[in-house]
């Protein structure tokens, strides 16, 4: 329970936390001044507070020593700069304080103004490169239209009681591209939400309005109970199987038990964290923190221990690994906010430097295997307004422009001072997706969708694809060159048959989602022609044996041996660390950086203990793949790789090779990708495929690799389904977080945020590989399932749209260090103070608040499709 104490000195007040009598205490203390102005806040987190005559704040510092100061002060008390380190903003206001200007003073670019009506919306927010949204409204002062640069719209309809019940967009000229409708009760819940066109899905609620019913647009019935609380305790989906939870005496989830009866549950202590973890899946997991809530250590089933210690901010200085002390980091911040953070690991260090703005350099250096150090830095370039405008590397350099939406509207590649057009111009359809790009060789492609935004079709240089869907948005069918794929699910949206002209796959799935067997037959016949059959522990998910040979995994549920001439070494982490041949010879070893990315493999030659070649990779502000350098025994540079992305979508591979001759060889493919931007086809200079992945629905087929206009060579294309890296050595699909395995259709080591990302720990995409994709080996999204408008999938554009985000920002600034009061700032700021925060995102923290300095439109979405200052990339939301 909690209860809150009035001590006897009049301006004190502490709040204290107790889960049971006999549990320790922890409490939080605050001071007040004679104006009943917080001036301390003691505690987990807090800091002090400082004020002018007037009652302004004026400065705050928190307990690492960081201070805030607020000066200029107009005649209305509203900050006219905010001062943090050597980062420095002014604010004007309108004559009814409203912010109209954000400007950064220590680097001078005007991050945005902001226009008003007389009832005080924002009716346009403009970027200093000359991009701008306009806001129209309704009579009841509601978002009634979003209208870019270009003139493109989307138009909001809502009932009587303000629902959204419609969002359309259209393009300068009028024309609809696409539309999203929804519907809700008179209770103003949603009972009805558009999957395809005039066909929804359905939501039915309980006396108490808790939902206990959805229905997808197939009729297929999910439903759920939940207890006197509103707890929800079962989830039973269409083909029966249930789903149960349980709670213990404080509300904390006790334990889940998935369809197959298997358990996971969990220990908390008295601040209601978890403490101990058990699942037959990953192990048992024992916690630990210290009194500031920060963990400090993790156990594992195999009993290594994780140990990390936090400076006074916070942040992260170690983690250590008693039994593998080479796998220790440490991370290293420049007191002035302008960070260079290196975290050293092993033999690598990785270097993240940030301007004033916030805005990130990287890079890494590295043993190579001559055995000397070498760095690779990668500069990261932005336009006046914070949007990327590309990055260079030894890999070359990519230039992008912007549109007057924002959006990116031609890219350029250069290496050795040599320029390449990849992308002369690049349209999108109005706030959405990519629709043409022609290519530096003057060549176009067109990509046409429906109206939820779903890819329909694709020209590629010569030949081309095109894709259908059922009414739920899940891949139906799908047409590459010389390739026509069909595709039908079962009842829980599983992958149950794919057919092309000739032959037949049909899965089968246990209660869990684990997948039992591939069976391919002959499609006129049925004779079968290959079987593939997994069986599985009777007490876990874990897979145990693959046509009648064992597997084994580890303690922790990694998968150390899948029959395929390999054994494959976990750490700590269980992270992939090292893969042996069947006589223990090291094949390949990885390590990796603090943001969990893969930054080095070696790759050996046995029985050689010493690398034959090293590969370092590189990764964007998005983590995405963006550069490979290949290092050979002597520690020169030997083949390079650069991808070149439009948000989401990978649309380039440049290839670099011969850096032994006088001018290396220079050779650009256009990548040309599916609905859920899986690269399918390649095209060269002269738009001749050079490389196809026609593959099954688990991509546990090779791509076809032709020689190209530019070698005889076939064409490395290393990426398969989003977020994943072809690793030879490995025979397995590098996923940013975890190891994919093609060949039984399920991640090798247990999910590293448990059954926040899946009743499945193992499974990959819920099943569905076809329809949704998996971008960093934690958790599914794809076709359907964001809530957010058109497509549900991110093809870029549609996080522009989040309403009147420009007022989010400015309005947070004052409401939560003026208005509101500096209780509220401080606990702002106490919500968002975890490790890493401020230092690996592209957002400073101000007074607790995200000052949005580079993003587009300064706004984005939270996982439910609700507007926010905190953007997130691979999802769209709905104003």
């Known amino acids: 329970m909690k209860r809150m104490n009035l001590l006897p000195a009049v301006f004190c007040m502490a709040v204290t936390s107790q889960a049971v009598a006999a549990s320790p205490t922890t409490s939080t203390q605050y001071a007040y001044n004679a104006q009943g102005q917080i001036t301390r806040m003691d505690g987990a987190d807090g800091g002090t507070f400082s004020y002018d005559s007037k009652g302004n704040l004026t400065s705050w510092t928190l307990p690492s020593g960081e201070v805030f100061k607020y ?37 001078p670019v005007v991050i945005s103004t902001m226009a008003y009506n007389a009832s005080g919306d924002l009716t346009r927010l403009s970027h200093p490169d000359g991009s701008a949204l306009e806001y129209v409204y309704d009579d009841a002062r509601r978002l009634k239209s979003l209208i870019n640069g270009l003139g493109e719209k989307v138009h909001f309809t809502r009932d009587a009681a303000g629902n959204l019940t419609t969002t359309t967009y259209t393009r300068t000229n009028g024309s609809v591209t696409a539309v999203d409708r929804a519907r809700y009760d008179e209770k103003n819940r949603l009972i009805a939400d558009e999957q395809s066109s005039n066909k929804f899905q359905t939501f039915e609620y309980d006396l108490a309005g808790n939902l206990k ?69 990953a192990g048992r997991q024992q916690l630990a923190y210290d009194a500031r809530g920060n963990l400090v250590r993790l156990t594992n089933a195999k009993g290594e221990q994780v140990d990390m210690t936090y400076d006074t901010q916070g942040r992260l200085l170690h983690k250590r690994y008693p039994s593998m002390p080479s796998q220790d980091v440490q991370y290293v911040y420049r007191p002035d906010q302008v960070q260079t953070d290196v975290i050293t690991v092993d033999t690598t260090e990785s270097y993240y430097s940030y301007d004033k703005q916030r805005l990130l350099i990287q890079s890494s250096s590295f043993v190579d295997p001559s055995g000397k150090r070498t760095t690779v830095g990668n500069q990261f370039n932005y336009d006046r307004a914070g949007r990327s405008t590309g990055w260079s590397g030894p890999s070359g350099k990519v230039i992008y422009t912007r549109d007057q939406a924002g959006q990116i509207a031609s890219i350029h590649y250069e290496f050795n001072s040599k320029t390449y057009s990849v992308a002369k111009q690049v349209k999108h359809l109005p706030f959405g997706p990519v629709s043409e790009i022609v290519w530096g060789n003057d060549s176009v492609s067109n990509r046409y969708y429906d109206q939820k935004y779903r890819l329909t079709g694709m020209s590629a240089g010569k030949t081309g694809g095109s894709f259908s869907y059922d009414a739920t948005g899940k891949l139906t069918n799908r047409k590459l060159p010389g390739s026509s794929q069909s595709y039908t699910y079962d009842a829980r949206g599983q992958l149950l048959t794919e057919t092309d002209g000739t032959t037949r796959t049909a899965y089968t799935y246990d209660a869990a989602g684990n997948r039992t067997q591939a069976r391919k037959t ?17 007490d876990s998910n874990r897979v145990i044996g693959k046509d009648g040979v064992a597997l084994r995994s580890d303690a922790n549920g990694n998968l150390v041996d899948v029959n395929n001439g390999r054994v494959y070494i976990y750490s700590a982490e269980n992270r992939l660390q090292e ?50 350098q290949e290092y050979d025994s002597a520690g020169k540079l030997s083949r390079a790789a650069t991808w070149i992305w439009i948000d989401q979508l990978p649309v380039a591979q440049v290839l670099l090779e011969g850096f032994n001759l006088a001018t290396p060889r220079v050779s650009v493919f256009y990548l040309h990708a599916d609905p859920l931007n899986t ?50 050595e490995s025979a397995l699909y590098y996923n940013y977080f975890r190891d994919y395995n093609p060949d039984i259709g399920r991640y090798m080591q247990s999910d590293p945020i448990g059954l926040a990302g899946g009743m499945n720990v193992f499974s990959y995409a819920g099943g569905n590989p076809t329809s949704f994709v998996d971008l960093l080996g934690l958790a599914m999204s794809g076709q359907g399932t964001s809530s957010a408008g058109p497509g549900g999938f991110p093809q870029g554009g549609l996080d522009n ?33 975890m490790a890493g925060a401020g230092h690996y995102v592209n957002q400073p923290y101000i007074a607790g608040v995200k000052l949005a300095l580079y993003s587009e439109g300064l706004g984005g979405c939270d996982g439910n499709g609700n507007c926010s200052d905190t953007r997130e990339p691979p999802y769209q939301c709905r104003p």
């Not at 943001?595 to 590969?615: E, I, L, M, N």
């Not at 749209?801 to 309005?811: I, L």
């Not at 600034?813 to 003026?818: F, G, N, P, R, W």
């Open 801 to 833: 749209r989040a309403g009147p985000a420009g007022k989010t920002v400015a309005q947070k600034l004052v409401d939560y260090v003026v208005k509101s009061g500096v209780k509220a700032a401080a606990q702002a700021a106490a919500n968002s103070l």
């Open 579 to 628: 893969v042996l041949d069947k006589q223990n010879r090291k094949i390949a070893s990885y390590l990796y950086n603090a943001a969990g990315q893969r930054k080095v493999a070696y790759k050996f030659s046995a029985p050689s203990t010493t690398p034959s070649y090293a590969t370092h990779y590189s990764y964007n502000q998005n983590g995405q793949l963006i550069a490979r």
């Open 522 to 538: 002959n499609a006129q016949t049925g004779a079968l022609l290959n079987q593939q059959t997994l069986a599985y522990a009777s």
């Open 213 to 281: 019913k959805h229905t997808d647009a197939l009729n297929q019935v999910t439903h759920l109970e939940v207890d006197a609380l509103g707890r929800k305790i079962r989830s039973t989906d269409p083909a029966g199987g249930s789903i149960e939870t349980r709670y213990d005496a404080q509300g904390n989830v006790a334990s889940i038990t998935d369809a197959r009866g298997l358990k996971t549950s969990y220990l908390y202590d008295h601040m209601n964290r978890v403490t101990q973890i058990d699942s037959n899946d």
């Open 71 to 107: 000066l200029n002060y107009t005649t209305a008390g509203l900050p006219g700069s905010i001062v943090s380190g050597p980062a420095a903003w002014d604010l004007t206001y309108s004559a009814d304080g409203e912010v109209t200007q954000l400007l950064s003073r220590s680097n």
């Open 679 to 728: 690269p399918r086809i390649a095209t060269d200079r002269l738009s001749n495929m050079a490389w196809l992945w026609a593959s099954d629905g688990y991509g546990n087929t090779p791509p076809l690799e032709l020689p190209s206009a530019d070698s005889p060579a076939p064409s490395l294309i290393a990426l398969r389904f989003p977020g994943q890296y072809d690793e030879v």
